[in-house]
């Protein structure tokens, strides 16, 4: 592994870390989604707002952060093969135009 690449593989892994115990150290602080922090706001700004609709079926956690996982994975999937296609695809083009010398 080229040293440029270990040392950014240090930075992330410092950022991530950094963050995490920064969040952790502060007070009340939790993790929490940012659908549930929406709900409390408004809560707080207008106790007496009604929704427009209810969740058809709202999953347990268990199942909730397994389907973003799911959601994720085939979104980095779809991005990478993506990705790989245009390089390929570079590269073709790359050859066939040194081939033509």
Request: net charge negative; glycine share 14%; aromatic share 10%.
């Amino acid at each position: 592994m080229k040293a440029q690449n270990i040392g950014l593989l240090l930075l992330a892994v410092a950022l991530i870390v950094g963050s995490v115990w920064i969040g952790s150290h502060q007070e009340g602080a939790e993790f929490a989604g940012t659908d549930g922090q929406a709900m409390a706001l408004v809560a707080a700004l207008h106790p007496d707002y009604q929704p427009w609709f209810d969740f058809v079926w709202e999953p347990p956690p268990e199942i909730a952060s397994g389907l973003f996982a799911l959601q994720a994975a085939l979104g980095a999937g779809i991005l990478g093969y993506y990705l790989g296609f245009r390089r390929g695809r570079a590269q073709g083009r790359r050859d066939r135009a040194d081939a033509g010398d």
